[in-house]
């Protein structure tokens, strides 16, 4: 094993490997329309644009109609960017809505959905290029791999399993493990005993990468940012200039390990 080569891979699922933006919309859509009754059941022509713009803000899935409910409101998308944790939480108080009942709801959308239409789901995502290959490529080799993300590990291992990459159900970390990605990090090093600045970690908020760093026992991981992923010109920047993230183009990706590195 080289310095050039990871022992253990692990990635972010959206905004990584597939993008969903058409499906986030659609479910954060139907779950707004449950949660707050809206006259009109029709979404404004303007309004999945914004949603997909304002992307990046969102950690969890929770947060989705919540955005949708800030732009049916009016709330400036520059507030948004600036202030989204402190907007969305006086969204919840405001209506006495908990964010864990929102996450119930549009889980359950997205239950009922794949039961009646599995295929009309699935169509509304897609992998990025090369991503799906560069994965096969890392299962036939010596590396581990394995996908830390807050979406719902089932719904994640579904359309990996589509897409042609089937993935046992305990090397995908969902949204259900409620735990910190640095801290399932953490635990795999431990479990299986590896030297952290062999594990690469790939991630497209920058947020999270920055929660890594502020782990003394995880900073030798590598730690990447995925530009082509939910991510800001400004955050892109900001990991442009630290010295401990790498910000990783797709066509990088796709390439051998040693073609990440440039830091």
């Known amino acids: 094993m080289t310095a050039s080569t990871p022992t253990i891979l692990a990635l972010d699922f959206d905004g990584v490997i597939c993008d969903g933006l058409i499906e986030y919309f659609e479910v954060a859509w139907r779950a707004y329309c ?5 006259e009109d059941e029709t979404p404004q022509n303007n309004l999945a644009s914004k949603f997909y713009q304002l992307r990046p803000v969102i950690e969890t899935g929770w947060e989705m109609p919540v955005l949708v409910k800030a732009l049916v409101e009016g709330i400036p998308e520059e507030n948004i960017l600036l202030e989204w944790t402190k907007i969305a939480q006086e969204l919840l108080l405001k209506d006495n809505l908990k964010a864990t009942e929102i996450g119930k709801t549009l889980d359950k959308i997205r239950d009922e959905w794949i039961a009646t239409d599995l295929e009309s789901w699935l169509s509304l995502h897609k992998f990025y290029p090369g991503v799906v290959e560069k994965m096969k490529a890392t299962l036939d080799s010596i590396t581990k791999l394995y ?4 979406k719902e590990g089932r719904f994640a291992q579904q359309l990996l399993k589509q897409g042609g990459v089937d993935l046992p159900q305990e090397v995908i970390f969902g949204k259900e493990v409620k735990r910190p990605k640095y801290e399932i990090l953490r635990e795999l090093i431990q ?4 030297i952290p600045d062999s ?14 760093q502020q782990q003394p026992d995880l900073n030798e991981v ?3 940012l995925a530009d082509w992923g939910y991510n800001t010109p400004i ?3 900001t990991a442009q200039n630290d010295s401990q993230i790498q910000v990783l183009s ?4 796709a390439k051998d390990f040693s073609e990440w590195l440039s830091k």
Do not use: A, G, H, S
């Open 34 to 38: 449950q949660v707050w009754l809206p």
């Open 147 to 150: 996908v830390i993300t807050t």
């Open 191 to 194: 479990k299986t005993n590896t």
């Open 199 to 212: 594990v690469w970690f790939v991630e497209d908020r920058l947020k999270t990468l920055q929660l890594v």
């Open 222 to 224: 590598k730690l990447f």
């Open 235 to 237: 955050e892109k920047v």
């Open 250 to 253: 797709l066509p990088q990706f």
